[in-house]
């Protein structure tokens, strides 16, 4: 069974653009959660999607979205790109939906950096 | 404030010795527990999950425990090797809340 796949796993942008990065979760699995992971700040919650609905939503503002297809591949979206959105991007995996008490099944992340 | 601590920040140790990372947590209401391990360059992997009444699990030579009267958790790895160097992660889960620790990056030397 594959894995959690995640596209592009390294890019580099300049401040003001955008960015698109793709998730493909584990086969079967429906809900996709996303993460931002810096030095400082360390792992932080953006969205979750379960059946193309995002169903939580962390502390981050407007320029982050999200959204999901309904084959449950889930693309996360940056707008006006900013210096401290540098940082590591996780996607994990869920077989249903809630955060909580499902295992999560990460991926290897995109390393975003923005120059 | 809901918070996950973990300490030491990071750590050294000789390969084949034990050592134990620790997690405080202030998150209420507390649903679970959980550790992850998290290699250079790659997504966390999920090591051991706890609800309120376990105080203990076990995962191979990790061995995790839990106090929730103290909101305290400890991960005790027993003869260390080479690919234990990593970064672990306490995540605690609550209410609609998931709040991560920053990690204790663990080194072990040969």
């Known amino acids: 069974k594959a894995g959690v796949t995640q596209t592009p796993r390294y890019l580099i942008k300049t401040r003001g653009q955008q960015v698109t990065l793709s998730c493909s979760p584990i086969s079967g699995h429906r809900s996709v959660s996303w993460y931002q992971q810096t030095p400082g700040q360390g792992l932080q919650f953006l969205f979750e999607y379960f059946s193309e609905t995002q169903r939580n939503k962390g502390n981050f503002p407007g320029r982050f979205s999200g959204r999901q297809f309904s084959n449950s591949r889930s693309e996360m979206n940056v707008s006006t790109l900013e210096l401290g959105d540098s940082a590591l991007y996780l996607c994990?995996?869920?077989?249903?939906?809630?955060?909580?008490?499902?295992?999560?099944?990460f991926g290897q992340g995109t390393r975003l950096t923005v120059v | 404030k809901n918070q996950v601590e973990q300490s030491p920040q990071s750590l050294i140790i000789l390969e084949g010795k034990n050592c134990t990372l620790q997690?405080?947590?202030?998150?209420?209401?507390?649903?679970?527990l959980r550790w992850y391990k998290q290699d250079t360059g790659r997504g966390p992997v999920s090591l051991t999950i706890?609800?309120?009444?376990?105080n203990t699990k076990s995962n191979g030579r990790y061995t995790a425990t839990l106090d929730a009267d103290t909101k305290q958790s400890s991960l005790h790895i027993t003869a260390s090797q080479l690919s234990d160097s990593a970064s672990y992660i306490c995540?605690?889960?609550?209410?609609?809340?998931?709040?991560f620790g920053k990690g204790t990056r663990l080194h072990i030397l040969p």
């Open positions: 706890m609800t309120f009444s376990e």
């Open positions: 995540v605690v889960s609550g209410g609609d809340k998931i709040i």
């Open positions: 994990a995996s869920r077989a249903t939906g809630g955060l909580m008490n499902t295992e999560a099944f």
């Open positions: 997690c405080n947590y202030t998150v209420s209401p507390f649903s679970n």
